[in-house]
């Protein structure tokens, strides 16, 4: 069974910067490509970034692109997500996400496990 738990979340104010963390209990996680999703009240799941298994390859929402920066940690089967310059638009329940795979995924139907959410609040 795989495991995946997020970290990391918590109230900052606009401008201010977190960083997300996504243990894997997996020996599989540096074949795996991992993603971020977040999702506001009464809003659809939507992508964030994503990297691929070596950490060579990564892609972003163009909401994030140059706040956001994803990266991983094949030793510590960890994946972050640094967010910098942090708006209240950015709020919402963040979740890493893994699939078995090469490249990059960034559609939440290509992912198979998921973390249970970690709680991001940006206040004006």
């Known amino acids: 069974q795989v495991q995946l738990v997020e970290s990391g979340g918590g109230l900052v104010q606009a401008g201010g910067s977190l960083r997300l963390s996504c243990v894997v209990s997996r020996r599989a996680f540096s074949s795996s490509a991992m993603g971020w999703f977040r999702q506001a009240p009464e809003k659809e799941r939507e992508f964030v970034a994503a990297i691929d298994r070596t950490g060579d390859r990564t892609y972003y929402a163009d909401a994030v692109k140059g706040r956001f920066t994803i990266s991983r940690d094949n030793v510590k089967n960890t994946a972050y997500l640094q967010m910098n310059s942090l708006k209240p638009g950015d709020t919402a329940t963040y979740y890493c996400?893994?699939?078995?795979?090469?490249?990059?995924?960034?559609?939440?139907?290509?992912?198979?496990?998921w973390g249970q959410g970690t709680q991001v609040t940006v206040s004006s």
């Open positions: 996400a893994a699939v078995l795979r090469y490249g990059l995924a960034t559609g939440p139907g290509e992912y198979d496990y």
